[in-house]
Protein backbone atom coordinates (compact mmCIF):
# COMPACT_ATOMS: atom_id res chain seq x y z
CA UNK A 1 0.00 0.00 0.00
CA UNK A 2 1.71 3.31 -0.60
CA UNK A 3 0.79 6.56 0.76
CA UNK A 4 -1.92 9.32 -0.08
CA UNK A 5 0.96 11.54 -1.89
CA UNK A 6 2.85 8.72 -3.35
CA UNK A 7 -0.05 7.31 -5.65
CA UNK A 8 -2.14 8.81 -8.20
CA UNK A 9 -6.23 8.12 -6.82
CA UNK A 10 -8.72 7.16 -9.06
CA UNK A 11 -12.21 8.62 -8.43
CA UNK A 12 -13.51 5.76 -6.07
CA UNK A 13 -16.51 5.84 -3.62
CA UNK A 14 -16.30 5.37 0.45
CA UNK A 15 -18.90 5.41 2.89
CA UNK A 16 -19.04 6.05 6.46
CA UNK A 17 -21.07 5.75 9.36
CA UNK A 18 -21.61 6.38 12.90
CA UNK A 19 -21.23 3.37 15.66
CA UNK A 20 -25.71 3.37 15.59
CA UNK A 21 -25.89 3.87 12.05
CA UNK A 22 -28.28 7.23 12.18
CA UNK A 23 -26.06 9.12 10.17
CA UNK A 24 -24.45 7.55 7.15
CA UNK A 25 -22.99 9.87 4.26
CA UNK A 26 -20.16 9.30 1.22
CA UNK A 27 -17.47 11.13 -0.36
CA UNK A 28 -15.60 10.18 -3.23
CA UNK A 29 -11.74 9.95 -3.70
CA UNK A 30 -8.77 11.32 -4.50
CA UNK A 31 -8.65 13.60 -1.40
CA UNK A 32 -5.89 16.36 -1.38
CA UNK A 33 -5.33 15.70 2.41
CA UNK A 34 -4.64 12.20 4.86
CA UNK A 35 -3.08 12.89 7.99
CA UNK A 36 -2.76 12.26 12.14
CA UNK A 37 -3.68 14.98 14.14
CA UNK A 38 -2.25 15.48 17.89
CA UNK A 39 -3.56 18.79 18.72
CA UNK A 40 -5.33 19.03 22.28
CA UNK A 41 -8.66 19.61 20.86
CA UNK A 42 -9.02 16.71 18.19
CA UNK A 43 -7.93 14.60 21.59
CA UNK A 44 -10.57 15.86 23.88
CA UNK A 45 -13.17 16.08 21.11
CA UNK A 46 -12.78 12.54 20.16
CA UNK A 47 -11.54 11.02 23.54
CA UNK A 48 -8.85 9.43 21.07
CA UNK A 49 -5.19 9.92 21.52
CA UNK A 50 -4.79 11.36 17.76
CA UNK A 51 -7.40 11.97 14.80
CA UNK A 52 -6.97 10.52 11.61
CA UNK A 53 -8.61 12.84 8.95
CA UNK A 54 -9.61 12.85 4.93
CA UNK A 55 -10.13 16.16 3.87
CA UNK A 56 -12.37 16.04 0.68
CA UNK A 57 -13.83 18.57 -0.84
CA UNK A 58 -17.39 19.24 -0.59
CA UNK A 59 -18.42 18.56 -4.15
CA UNK A 60 -17.28 15.32 -3.60
CA UNK A 61 -19.37 14.81 -0.87
CA UNK A 62 -22.48 13.68 0.45
CA UNK A 63 -25.03 12.41 3.14
CA UNK A 64 -27.08 9.36 3.01
CA UNK A 65 -29.04 9.13 6.28
CA UNK A 66 -29.31 11.68 9.53
CA UNK A 67 -28.22 15.11 8.72
CA UNK A 68 -31.00 17.02 10.16
CA UNK A 69 -30.10 14.99 13.70
CA UNK A 70 -26.52 16.38 13.80
CA UNK A 71 -25.43 18.07 16.58
CA UNK A 72 -22.43 20.60 16.49
CA UNK A 73 -19.93 22.96 18.26
CA UNK A 74 -17.67 25.68 17.19
CA UNK A 75 -14.72 24.82 19.36
CA UNK A 76 -12.99 28.02 17.74
CA UNK A 77 -13.64 30.56 14.82
CA UNK A 78 -12.42 28.32 12.72
CA UNK A 79 -13.43 24.69 13.77
CA UNK A 80 -16.65 22.98 14.16
CA UNK A 81 -17.09 19.81 15.37
CA UNK A 82 -19.96 17.88 14.49
CA UNK A 83 -21.36 14.37 16.40
CA UNK A 84 -24.10 12.25 16.38
CA UNK A 85 -26.97 13.16 19.38
CA UNK A 86 -27.75 9.43 19.70
CA UNK A 87 -24.61 8.00 19.86
CA UNK A 88 -22.19 10.55 20.74
CA UNK A 89 -19.61 9.57 17.42
CA UNK A 90 -17.51 11.94 15.51
CA UNK A 91 -18.61 12.43 12.07
CA UNK A 92 -18.27 14.54 9.00
CA UNK A 93 -17.76 18.75 9.10
CA UNK A 94 -18.74 20.67 6.14
CA UNK A 95 -16.35 23.34 6.82
CA UNK A 96 -17.73 26.00 4.34
CA UNK A 97 -18.70 28.36 7.50
CA UNK A 98 -14.74 29.03 7.84
CA UNK A 99 -12.51 30.96 5.29
CA UNK A 100 -9.57 28.92 6.49
CA UNK A 101 -11.03 25.69 4.97
CA UNK A 102 -14.22 26.67 2.62
CA UNK A 103 -15.12 24.38 0.27
CA UNK A 104 -13.95 21.11 2.06
CA UNK A 105 -15.33 18.65 4.93
CA UNK A 106 -12.90 17.18 7.45
CA UNK A 107 -14.24 13.42 7.30
CA UNK A 108 -13.14 11.06 10.68
CA UNK A 109 -11.49 8.37 8.47
CA UNK A 110 -12.35 5.96 11.94
CA UNK A 111 -15.64 6.67 10.46
CA UNK A 112 -15.01 4.70 7.47
CA UNK A 113 -16.31 1.49 6.65
CA UNK A 114 -15.33 1.40 2.77
CA UNK A 115 -11.79 -0.42 3.01
CA UNK A 116 -9.16 2.23 1.57
CA UNK A 117 -6.77 2.00 -1.50
CA UNK A 118 -4.24 4.80 0.57
CA UNK A 119 -3.17 5.54 4.02
CA UNK A 120 -2.31 9.32 6.14
CA UNK A 121 1.32 10.51 5.04
CA UNK A 122 1.92 12.59 7.60
CA UNK A 123 1.73 13.46 11.50
CA UNK A 124 0.61 17.13 12.54
CA UNK A 125 0.44 19.11 15.76
CA UNK A 126 3.08 16.73 17.21
CA UNK A 127 3.98 19.85 19.21
CA UNK A 128 0.81 19.20 21.48
CA UNK A 129 0.99 14.89 21.69
CA UNK A 130 0.23 13.31 24.42
CA UNK A 131 2.93 11.91 26.55
CA UNK A 132 1.72 8.40 26.17
CA UNK A 133 1.88 8.38 22.03
CA UNK A 134 5.10 7.62 20.74
CA UNK A 135 5.73 8.27 16.55
CA UNK A 136 7.42 5.00 15.37
CA UNK A 137 5.95 4.95 11.50
CA UNK A 138 8.87 7.06 9.77
CA UNK A 139 6.02 9.54 8.52
CA UNK A 140 6.96 13.28 8.53
CA UNK A 141 6.45 15.33 11.33
CA UNK A 142 4.57 18.79 11.56
CA UNK A 143 4.92 20.72 14.95
CA UNK A 144 1.88 22.28 14.25
CA UNK A 145 0.20 22.77 10.76
CA UNK A 146 1.56 20.67 7.85
CA UNK A 147 1.54 24.38 5.52
CA UNK A 148 2.33 27.04 7.98
CA UNK A 149 1.89 29.82 5.57
CA UNK A 150 -1.95 28.89 5.72
CA UNK A 151 -1.74 27.64 9.33
CA UNK A 152 -4.98 28.88 11.10
CA UNK A 153 -4.28 30.84 14.68
CA UNK A 154 -4.17 28.87 17.14
CA UNK A 155 -6.37 28.42 19.76
CA UNK A 156 -5.16 28.47 23.73
CA UNK A 157 -7.77 26.22 26.00
CA UNK A 158 -7.84 27.32 29.76
CA UNK A 159 -6.02 25.32 32.28
CA UNK A 160 -7.67 23.03 34.51
CA UNK A 161 -7.34 23.34 38.48
CA UNK A 162 -5.76 20.35 39.74
CA UNK A 163 -5.63 18.14 42.65
CA UNK A 164 -3.25 16.70 44.47
CA UNK A 165 -3.44 12.69 43.98
CA UNK A 166 -6.07 12.78 40.96
CA UNK A 167 -5.67 13.14 37.42
CA UNK A 168 -8.38 15.54 35.87
CA UNK A 169 -10.31 14.88 33.47
CA UNK A 170 -12.79 17.25 31.23
CA UNK A 171 -14.69 17.57 28.03
CA UNK A 172 -13.84 20.34 24.99
CA UNK A 173 -16.38 22.77 26.35
CA UNK A 174 -15.55 22.42 29.27
CA UNK A 175 -19.20 21.42 30.69
CA UNK A 176 -18.26 18.08 32.26
CA UNK A 177 -15.10 17.42 34.66
CA UNK A 178 -13.79 14.14 35.87
CA UNK A 179 -11.47 13.12 38.32
CA UNK A 180 -9.79 9.79 38.63
CA UNK A 181 -7.98 8.98 42.06
CA UNK A 182 -4.21 8.13 41.24
CA UNK A 183 -3.17 4.74 42.56
CA UNK A 184 -1.67 4.31 45.67
CA UNK A 185 2.52 3.82 46.03
CA UNK A 186 3.25 0.71 44.99
CA UNK A 187 -0.20 -0.13 42.92
CA UNK A 188 -1.21 0.86 39.60
CA UNK A 189 -4.05 1.42 37.01
CA UNK A 190 -5.82 -1.70 35.98
CA UNK A 191 -4.66 -1.14 32.47
CA UNK A 192 -4.67 1.12 29.55
CA UNK A 193 -4.66 -0.29 25.72
CA UNK A 194 -5.47 0.14 22.07
CA UNK A 195 -8.22 -0.96 20.81
CA UNK A 196 -8.91 -1.52 16.95
CA UNK A 197 -12.30 -3.35 16.70
CA UNK A 198 -14.76 -0.97 14.54
CA UNK A 199 -16.85 -0.60 17.29
CA UNK A 200 -13.90 1.35 18.89
CA UNK A 201 -13.15 3.10 15.52
CA UNK A 202 -17.02 4.06 14.64
CA UNK A 203 -17.44 5.66 18.16
CA UNK A 204 -14.24 7.69 18.73
CA UNK A 205 -14.08 8.20 14.72
CA UNK A 206 -9.77 7.71 14.85
CA UNK A 207 -7.74 4.94 14.30
CA UNK A 208 -8.45 3.25 17.66
CA UNK A 209 -9.30 3.80 20.92
CA UNK A 210 -7.16 4.62 24.07
CA UNK A 211 -8.80 3.64 26.87
CA UNK A 212 -7.60 3.38 30.54
CA UNK A 213 -9.80 1.03 33.09
CA UNK A 214 -9.81 1.60 36.86
CA UNK A 215 -12.09 0.87 39.72
CA UNK A 216 -15.03 2.71 39.20
CA UNK A 217 -14.71 3.88 43.24
CA UNK A 218 -12.01 5.81 42.05
CA UNK A 219 -13.54 7.93 39.52
CA UNK A 220 -15.97 10.74 40.04
CA UNK A 221 -17.54 13.82 37.92
CA UNK A 222 -16.68 17.25 39.72
CA UNK A 223 -19.26 18.98 37.66
CA UNK A 224 -21.85 18.33 34.93
CA UNK A 225 -22.51 14.47 35.28
CA UNK A 226 -26.04 15.92 34.49
CA UNK A 227 -25.11 16.91 30.80
CA UNK A 228 -23.14 12.95 30.32
CA UNK A 229 -25.63 11.09 27.79
CA UNK A 230 -24.36 7.32 28.25
CA UNK A 231 -25.13 5.00 25.06
CA UNK A 232 -25.14 1.20 25.32
CA UNK A 233 -24.34 -0.40 21.86
CA UNK A 234 -27.60 -2.85 21.62
CA UNK A 235 -26.54 -6.78 21.20
CA UNK A 236 -23.30 -5.88 23.10
CA UNK A 237 -22.65 -7.10 26.59
CA UNK A 238 -20.83 -4.07 27.74
CA UNK A 239 -19.97 -1.66 24.90
CA UNK A 240 -20.95 1.61 24.97
CA UNK A 241 -19.78 5.39 25.39
CA UNK A 242 -20.52 8.27 27.56
CA UNK A 243 -20.23 11.80 26.21
CA UNK A 244 -21.18 15.31 26.68
CA UNK A 245 -24.42 16.57 25.27
CA UNK A 246 -22.88 20.10 24.84
CA UNK A 247 -19.95 19.61 22.57
CA UNK A 248 -20.01 15.92 21.93
CA UNK A 249 -16.71 14.65 23.81
CA UNK A 250 -16.46 11.39 24.74
CA UNK A 251 -15.97 11.17 28.76
CA UNK A 252 -15.49 8.82 31.31
CA UNK A 253 -18.09 5.87 31.30
CA UNK A 254 -19.14 3.70 34.17
CA UNK A 255 -19.61 0.26 33.02
CA UNK A 256 -23.11 -1.24 33.81
CA UNK A 257 -22.88 -4.08 35.81
CA UNK A 258 -19.19 -3.81 35.92
CA UNK A 259 -16.76 -2.66 38.82
CA UNK A 260 -14.72 -0.70 36.63
CA UNK A 261 -14.85 2.97 34.75
CA UNK A 262 -13.77 3.25 31.18
CA UNK A 263 -11.81 6.34 30.63
CA UNK A 264 -10.80 7.51 26.88
CA UNK A 265 -7.35 8.74 27.32
CA UNK A 266 -7.87 12.05 25.10
CA UNK A 267 -10.32 13.25 27.94
CA UNK A 268 -7.57 13.37 29.96
CA UNK A 269 -6.39 16.91 31.17
CA UNK A 270 -2.65 15.49 32.39
CA UNK A 271 -0.40 12.74 31.92
CA UNK A 272 -1.70 9.53 33.65
CA UNK A 273 2.11 7.85 34.49
CA UNK A 274 0.79 5.12 32.71
CA UNK A 275 1.35 3.90 29.08
CA UNK A 276 -0.05 1.43 26.79
CA UNK A 277 0.83 -1.93 27.53
CA UNK A 278 -0.94 -3.70 24.20
CA UNK A 279 -2.64 -3.64 20.96
CA UNK A 280 -6.20 -5.43 20.94
CA UNK A 281 -8.70 -6.50 18.71
CA UNK A 282 -5.82 -6.00 15.80
CA UNK A 283 -7.94 -8.67 13.97
CA UNK A 284 -10.33 -5.98 12.87
CA UNK A 285 -7.61 -2.88 12.75
CA UNK A 286 -8.54 -0.45 10.25
CA UNK A 287 -6.52 -1.17 6.76
CA UNK A 288 -4.76 1.89 6.53
CA UNK A 289 -3.29 1.80 9.86
CA UNK A 290 0.29 0.29 10.06
CA UNK A 291 1.26 -0.13 13.29
CA UNK A 292 5.16 -0.20 13.91
CA UNK A 293 5.72 -0.11 17.78
CA UNK A 294 6.57 -3.50 19.61
CA UNK A 295 3.92 -3.56 21.85
CA UNK A 296 2.39 -6.91 22.46
CA UNK A 297 -0.73 -7.44 19.75
CA UNK A 298 -3.68 -9.58 20.21
CA UNK A 299 -5.69 -10.31 17.62
CA UNK A 300 -9.06 -9.87 20.16
CA UNK A 301 -9.10 -9.52 23.97
CA UNK A 302 -5.91 -10.14 26.02
CA UNK A 303 -6.28 -13.61 27.46
CA UNK A 304 -7.18 -13.20 31.01
CA UNK A 305 -4.64 -13.89 33.96
Known sequence: MTTNAE??????????RCLCGGVRFQTTSPWPFFAHCHCSMCRKHHGASFVT???????????????????????SGHVRRSWCPRCGSTVPTVLGHASFFAGVVDVPAGSLITPLEVRPDRHIFVGSKAPWVEITDGLPVHEGWARPEKSPPATERPPRA??????????????VVFEVERPRQGAA????????????????????????????????????????????LPGAERFGVAFCTGCGSHVARMVTGRPYAVIPAGALDEDPGIRPSAHIFVGSKAEWFEITDDLPQFEESPPQP
Do not use: K
Open 7 to 16: RPQGRRRHEG
Open 53 to 75: WVVARAASFEWLAGEESIRRYDS
Open 162 to 175: RRAGFIGGSCLCGG
Open 189 to 232: FDAMRNCHCRRCRLARGAAHATNLFVPAERVAFVRGGDLVTDYA
